[in-house]
């Protein structure tokens, strides 16, 4: 039973791009006007102050609910966003009816949202200490959110648990999946020059799993002065913008692709006797067939234009397919870290800008930081 009929996932990185990418791989790509389920949107993933007051104008009198999710607690973007939206909440619903509209997902003991949880006795999950963020999208952080958009997390997890049994330490190179993966685009990044690798889907469902991706690749990777540069387009839609570059421009890119074999549902092109538009030769064709004869092209195309492709072959969009997918990428990830020689499971990168903005922002316990910036402006 809908308890709110929009829900407002608040998180960043780690805590909100896994939660995003399932939702939208497997739901309608219009559900947001379908009014079934809970609307989800999000929250505390920018700054941005129009988005903020558009978000807060769109829940002006509705009944909404709040995921508020950091692992670490004190991280600004959520918790700014946590603030106007639990304010909103309270004096629309009450201090009291709101508490049970808000449930937080955070450490089991540090940082100012579980304190903050703890005074106001909301409901709460724990991410455990040994799970990063952009590796959490199998623990409440992702499983949460993922359910009350309605989907089977049971079955997101059974598809994990089989790709975590074939991907084990026992099973040889040539049948581990997630170890030829991290092998092979070390090669091409070592031996080959290729610096680039771009996620490609030629299905609009899976964006927000590439942005998942990347991340998990960036951060994991991205360090030391090295790492394969984590890009991804949405196909056939970037062929018109980004095709170009990937035919005939600078060759230090390879593919990853991401093919689904049969979609959920069907739509067959019509005949029409004028055939004014010329398409009568495709009267009768699925829709998915010219899509994939546009990605078998696109493939030979950019192989023979030197872009070598991999190929990982969903066989539909659902949750046990999603839930391997989502385990074969973190795995491989892991072992491409160590293949690189870098640490994948730490990212000392990311605190360079947050200590910049507090000493602007002169948050107090910044004073030397903030006397020092200020004086390069
Ligand atoms: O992967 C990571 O560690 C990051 O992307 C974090 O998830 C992100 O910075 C959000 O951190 P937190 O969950 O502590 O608010």
Known sequence: KKSCDILVVIGIGGSYLGAKAVIDALS???????????????????????????????????????????????????????RLLKTQLEEQQGKE??????????????????????????????????IGGRFSVLSPVGLLPIACAGLDIKALIDGAEQMMQQCGITTPFEENPAAIYAAARNSLYQEQGKKVELLVNFHPKLHNISEWWKQLYGESEGKDGKGIFPASVDFTTDLHSMGQYIQDGERHLFETVISVLEPNHTVSFPHDDANLDGLNFLAGKRVDEVNKMAEL?????????????????????????????????????GISGYILGVNPFNQPGVEAYKKNMFALLDKPGYEAESAAIKARL
Not at 102 to 120: H, P
Not at 323 to 333: I, P, T, V
Request: aromatic letters at 12%.
């Open 97 to 130: 009816a709101a508490k049970r509209l808000i449930v937080c997902i955070t450490d089991a003991k540090r940082g100012a949202l579980r304190t903050l949880a703890t005074q106001e006795g909301y409901k709460t999950y724990v991410i455990e200490d040994n």
């Open 28 to 82: 309608s790509s219009f559900a947001w006007l379908e009014g079934d389920k809970p609307a989800i949107v999000y929250a505390g993933q920018n700054i941005g102050e129009d988005y903020l007051y558009e978000l807060q104008a769109l829940l002006k009198n509705k009944k909404f609910g709040i995921i508020s999710i950091s692992k670490s607690g004190t991280t600004t973007e959520p918790a700014l966003a946590f």
């Open 297 to 333: 092209g696109t493939m030979l195309a950019h192989i023979d234009g030197g872009v070598p492709n991999m190929k990982i072959t969903l066989p539909k969009l659902n949750e046990y397919y999603i839930g391997q997918l989502l385990y074969f990428f973190e795995r491989a990830c």
